[in-house]
């Protein structure tokens, strides 16, 4: 039985043996030497207002998504989002950020900012292109080094900002394009060097970009660029 053939339950997570689950679940997907954010610091910041959610399908937990507070009571962070590797392909990242959005807008956060690997096509796709975040913040080697699917190159990130209210916004003129790879994470199995200059390379490119005003405002799967505009005022 798959997420495509039964109804898939979407959730906050109850409880300490599921936030234990959700622990297990991060390993599966991040690699086991990558640390998972334990089940006790998950259940201290749900009950002071984060979100620890779920994507399940007769029992099983297929997505998992966590987000907490922020200095700022209408913005929340979303720090962890996730789908097992089996379960790809199925839309469960986009339904579980739906959900985070409708959770947020329920209780008066109508903003919601993450961070994430700009090389990662998939996430660029789902982020920029189907959620209609922007992006103009780049954080050169964020976490520093990591281990699991991230070991290899500096953990660069770019922070994702989404107005969970706002209407959407009128295509903005293109000023620029930055292409990234098809697929970094096979870049980083096969080709490590190459990996490593394509950091540097989009690196160089949207910190360049940003300084001079531009800001990310679309992404085009097809060719795998990422779409710049000028930042309105």
Not at 19 to 26: C, I, Y
Not at 81 to 108: E, I, N, T
Not at 176 to 198: C, H, M, N, T, Y
Request: glycine share 8%.
């Amino acid at each position: 039985m798959t997420a495509a053939e039964t109804d898939v339950v979407l959730r906050e997570l109850d409880g300490v043996a599921e936030l234990k689950q959700a622990e297990a679940f991060q390993r599966t997907v991040w690699g086991k030497d990558d640390p998972a954010d334990n089940s006790d610091l998950m259940l201290a910041i749900q009950h002071e207002g984060g979100l620890v959610a779920g994507a399940f399908v007769a029992g099983r937990m297929l997505g998992f998504l966590f987000g907490f507070p922020t200095s700022d009571p209408k913005v929340q962070h979303s720090h962890r989002l996730a789908v097992h590797p089996d379960s790809r392909g199925l839309g469960l990242g986009a339904r579980l950020k739906w959900y985070q959005r409708d959770w947020c807008l329920a209780r008066g956060i109508t903003s919601v900012r993450w961070t994430f690997d700009p090389l990662r096509r998939i996430n660029a796709n789902l982020n920029i292109a189907r959620l209609g975040a922007t992006a103009q913040v780049y954080l050169p080697d964020y976490y520093g080094q990591m281990e699991g699917i991230n070991a290899g190159v500096a953990s660069d990130r770019i922070i994702a900002d989404w107005a969970l209210a706002a209407p959407q916004e009128a295509a903005a003129d293109v000023a620029q394009k930055i292409v990234i790879p098809q697929d970094f994470g096979a870049l980083l199995a096969d080709e490590l060097e190459r990996a490593i200059a394509e950091r540097l390379r989009v690196r160089a490119e949207m910190t360049a970009a940003f300084a001079q005003g531009l800001r990310i405002t679309g992404f085009d799967a097809q060719t795998c660029a990422y779409q710049l505009s000028a930042t309105a005022g």
